[in-house]
């Protein structure tokens, strides 16, 4: 009898889903109907390929190429950013041609534009997108802020669901004043009171964030069905998505969009038990929304963009005591509960690398910005498949040939003896479509292992 | 005699600055003279800062205490006391960006170590930079960015300097995320600082002081 998933090891589960990729469904729940015998194999020998290079248990039959666009195929296609958030089936269309065109062995989605009409209906201020803060062409920038407050340690602590819905989510998103005037969901008990907590349904605000969260919910879904159907289009194409979703690190959920940059570092000094704690807080829920998107989608690689650990922004000891011990935690527990992490090293990383290289082997996936491609192969190359580090700029302003003489030493180094996927290295939006092009197509030819 | 303010607010020990500040203000010491502690201490944060000793979380600390010991001492400044300034540093996050935070530091590193900072903000467009260069006569200009955009917005920026005539009287040094020399190269910038004291160095090698 089949083993079932609570009882399998972390490896069992990872080889389950991996063999689950290999046998993909349509929504109706039968075996996808690929469009051509030749897009079946494309798409299990790039599913094999991956699988490959993140077990480090096999040399893959060729280095596994992949693009992690933010903007760049929408803008390509000679859409502004407006466009691409507001029109669904013309970002899907634009998403499609481009995986068509540029043929990687794997992609993310279409999801990076987001539903522009989704954010309005909500007043999302934590963000200025096109036409709310930025210019059509340009993409959104998050507006950092104090959205949770020095002294607000012991609400999130106390109640995390109570404290977002409260007191976060109202001031990031003008639509949710109405939340603020909620009681918590376990004050109801019993007959006795039960109909007290049921009151403020009543309110005029309240309903009307109700109302704003039914439109938005709808439009949620109208975004989504477009990306499904996008996905699913393209891996009938022969072209796999496997991402699941994300999550992030717990010192970055505070630093990023709770405390923002200024607050944290405040917290440090100030205040570093109270933040300490709220970290550990975030540990399971961190985890839980990682594992809760994988089992959504089906997918198993969980995203985790890395911000506040790069160099510079922390010292080793307060990168050691601060950062790695919950991010640690985070990915492991996705790791056990059957996920692939797929962190982010977004910037430089060359400092982190002897402290992070500590995880377990053949588990994750390692996004690299610009972080020294062969030191990194040297530490945490060891036990993590490495993604990348084709840079920015190189996309943006160097010639196919410096593009292609890149991507061999990277292949020479960070490729050897597997366990590496070529990549850009941070989400790319401006580029050269031909340097894009040279980077799959040499490494498809220059990638293969002999 | 009170502790020292230099050292006590280079090791970051917020209380204990404050309350030296607080106690010379009501000795009657010279506000002047305490804020030239205050930045003779800040010089030693960025000191450290540059010799991996301190990092970003240290220098924002610091810039947050020094403004509490500002804001302290300010009121007490009579009118015609004023600091002495190295140079003129025009600074700003260039067009279609909104990213602050590494500008914001830059112009802080500049500001503790004797540059008069005019400081455009966010989103700036090129022409905003050239009429404050031209109001100013500053001699250098920091262009800030994180996105890809900020290629393009900074090569524009350094274009307009040229075409006002403006390009031989002053240095442009960029910075940010995705930027390094590559970037420098296409938008024609002088030089790329790739942090706070980088952007320090290179004002004060081209101003002097």
Redesign the interface.
């Given at each position: 009898m089949e083993k079932q998933w609570q009882e399998m090891t972390a490896d069992e589960k990872q080889e389950a889903q991996f063999q689950k990729l290999l046998k993909p469904k349509d929504p109706g729940g039968n075996d996808l109907k690929f469009q051509s015998p030749e897009a079946e194999a494309t798409y299990k020998a790039s599913i094999t390929r991956i699988k490959d290079a993140v077990q480090l248990k096999k040399t893959p039959d060729r280095v596994p190429v992949t693009l992690l666009p933010s903007m760049f195929p929408f803008i390509n296609a000679g859409m502004t950013i407006q466009e691409a958030m507001y029109d669904y089936d013309k970002c899907v269309a634009a998403f499609n041609k481009f995986i068509s065109e540029f043929k990687p062995d794997m992609h993310i989605g279409a999801a990076a534009p987001g539903p522009g009409k989704f954010f309005e209906i909500l007043d999302y201020k934590l963000y200025a997108w096109p036409g709310h803060g930025v210019a059509p062409e340009h993409s959104y920038q998050c507006n950092e802020g104090e959205y949770m407050k020095a002294e607000e340690y012991d609400l999130l602590l106390t109640d995390p669901s109570f404290y977002f819905r409260n007191f976060y989510l109202p001031r990031v998103f003008g639509a949710l004043e109405g939340f603020t005037m909620l009681p918590p969901l376990t004050g109801i008990l019993e007959m006795y009171g039960v109909a007290f907590n049921f009151i403020p349904y009543a309110l005029p605000p309240v309903q009307g964030t109700f109302k704003a969260l039914f439109e938005a919910g709808a439009e949620a879904l109208k975004w989504a069905m477009a990306m499904g159907g996008s996905n699913g289009l393209l891996a009938t194409l022969g072209f796999p998505n496997i991402l699941g979703g994300f999550t992030k690190a717990p010192f970055d959920v505070l630093g990023d969009t709770l405390r923002g940059t200024k607050g944290i570092i405040m917290d440090m000094y100030r205040q570093p038990d109270k933040l300490l704690k709220a970290m550990e807080a975030l540990v399971p829920i961190m985890i839980g929304m990682g594992i809760g998107a994988a089992q959504q989608t089906g997918n198993p690689q969980i995203f985790i963009p890395l911000h506040k650990g790069a160099d510079g922004f922390l010292s080793d000891e307060q990168f050691k005591k601060f950062y790695w011990p919950t991010l640690k935690q985070v990915i492991v527990g996705l790791i056990e509960g059957g996920c692939i992490p797929f962190p982010a090293l977004e910037g430089h990383w060359g400092s982190r690398l002897k402290i992070i290289q500590d995880i377990p082997k053949g588990k994750s996936m390692w996004m690299v910005d610009q972080t020294d491609m062969a030191k990194v192969k040297e530490t945490l190359g060891k036990n993590a498949c490495l993604i990348g580090n084709v840079s920015s700029s190189m996309l943006r302003l160097a010639t196919p040939d410096e593009v292609k003489a890149y991507c061999k030493k990277l292949i020479d180094t960070a490729g050897k003896g597997g366990g590496f996927i070529m990549g850009n290295g941070a989400f790319f939006d401006e580029a050269k479509p031909e340097n894009v092009k040279a980077m799959v197509d040499f490494t498809k030819e220059y990638g293969v292992y002999k | 005699m009170a502790k020292d303010l230099v050292k006590t607010l280079a090791d970051?020990k917020?209380k204990e600055a404050l309350e030296i500040v607080q106690n010379r203000l009501k000795a009657g010491d010279a506000p002047l003279r305490i804020l030239d502690d205050a930045r003779r201490a800040l010089e030693i944060v960025g000191k450290r800062f540059s010799e991996s000793e301190?990092?970003?979380?240290?220098l924002?600390?610091s810039g947050?205490i020094l403004k509490q010991i500002t804001d302290m001492v300010k009121p007490k400044i009579t009118k015609g006391q004023e600091v002495k300034r190295v140079g003129k540093v025009v600074m700003g996050t260039v067009a279609?960006?909104?990213?602050?935070?590494g500008k914001d530091i830059v112009v802080f590193m500049l500001d503790v170590n004797g540059f008069e900072v005019f400081d455009l903000g966010i989103?700036v467009p090129a022409q905003k930079f050239v009429d404050k260069i031209k109001e100013t006569n500053s001699k250098v200009v920091g262009l800030s960015g994180f996105?890809?955009?900020a290629?393009?917005s900074m090569k524009e920026t350094v274009e307009a300097v040229k075409k006002a005539g403006l390009r031989d009287k002053v240095k442009i040094m960029i910075g940010g995320?995705?930027?390094?020399d590559?970037?420098k190269?296409?938008a024609g910038a002088d030089a790329y600082g790739k942090?706070a004291m980088e952007a320090v160095k290179l004002a004060k090698g081209w101003i002097g002081g």
């Open positions: - | 970051l917020e301190y990092f970003i979380p240290d924002v600390y947050e279609g960006d909104i990213h602050d935070i989103d996105l890809t955009l290629f393009d995320g995705q930027i390094d590559q970037v190269g296409f942090d």
